[in-house]
Nanobody, 118 residues
Framework: EVQLQASGGGSVQAGGSLRLSCVAS????????IGWFRQAPGKEREGVSC????????VYADSVKGRFTISRDNVKNAVYLQMNNLKPEDTGVYYC???????????WGKGTQVTVSS
């Protein structure tokens, strides 16, 4: 069974930090681009960051560059998102995603809530 199990969400004050984790199972993790998306109340879901499984290439949304860091552990089949200097506009539901790209194979984990207060 394909699973993406996320954890690490919570409530913090502005300027604080959180570390999200997502553990995958049921598919060849290393073949997939793994990333994080988020959706704020009343807004469309947006990409936050992603990382290739083989060459380590990373991509970040402009809004989080310099504050967020994505990493992955192919032995543990896990992806992480270290979020520093959090801002109220970072508030939203964060989703873990795995994308094979070829063939349209795409998996989503359940969202984890991140709330940042001013």
């Amino acid at each position: 069974e394909v699973q993406l199990q996320a954890s690490g969400g919570g409530s913090v004050q502005a300027g604080g930090s959180l570390r999200l984790s997502c553990v995958a199972s049921g598919f060849n993790f290393e073949q997939y681009i793994i990333g994080w998306f988020r959706q704020a109340p009343g807004k469309e879901r947006e990409g936050v960051s992603c990382m290739d499984g083989y060459d380590g290439k990373t991509v970040y949304a402009d809004s989080v560059k310099g504050r967020f860091t994505i990493s992955r552990d192919n032995v543990k089949n896990a992806v992480y998102l270290q979020m520093n200097n959090l801002k109220p506009e970072d508030t939203g539901v964060y989703y873990c995603n795995a994308d094979l790209v070829v063939g349209g194979v795409n998996y989503w984990g359940k969202g984890t809530q991140v709330t940042v207060s001013s």
